[in-house]
């Protein structure tokens, strides 16, 4: 409105823009139709025990809860290997960075990078933590394959070791 008094009129490419801007706005407007609140209260009620799908993860409580806290696709957290995860000790305490390297926002696959700090204080559960799962997933792997070091492996695997797939997340 302003351009439009400031500059008496708009051109027919500011015009075409704004229509076109304005068409966007109004198709990201609307119900969020397949979206709900996560009851993270709720989570204690979930049963820690083996994969809930017959080609699921081994630890799906962990792997929903992780995946829950870093808003990942089911493509993404599937393909989250073990050497894409760094538990960082801080004086303020523990972060978690997860390395996506398939990625819907990383339109260059150059691979993106997320952090979460610990909530332990806040939430009271380790089982709900980001970084506590993270790190207690990491030694879950050193110690089935008694090393220090795992690489090449999904976070969450399945019973066979591999990665599940995006009907089983």
């Not at 017959?54 to 799906?60: D, E, H, K, R, V």
């Not at 990383?106 to 980001?130: H, I, M, Q, S």
């Not at 030694?139 to 591999?162: D, K, S, Y």
Request: aromatic share 6%.
């Amino acid at each position: 409105q302003e351009h439009i008094v400031r500059y008496e009129g708009l051109s027919q490419s500011t015009s075409l823009y704004i229509r076109a801007l304005a068409r966007s706005v109004k198709r990201g407007l609307g119900s969020a139709r397949h979206t709900a609140e996560l009851p993270l209260h709720r989570f204690p009620e979930l049963g820690a025990g083996g994969p809930w799908t017959p080609l699921g993860c081994i630890t799906p409580k962990r792997m929903l809860s992780f995946g829950s806290h870093f808003l990942l696709r089911e493509i993404e957290l599937a393909n989250v290997l073990t050497e894409h995860v760094f538990i960082k000790h801080t004086p303020d305490g523990k972060v978690v960075s997860v390395l996506l390297p398939v990625s819907k926002a990383d339109f260059k696959a150059l691979g993106v990078t997320r952090e979460l700090a610990c909530c332990c204080e806040v939430v009271g559960d380790p089982d709900v933590c980001p970084a506590c799962i993270a790190e207690a997933q990491l030694e879950w792997w050193r110690h089935n394959r008694q090393t220090e070091t795992v690489v090449g492996e999904p976070l969450f695997p399945t019973a066979a070791g591999t990665v599940p797939s995006k009907a089983s997340v």
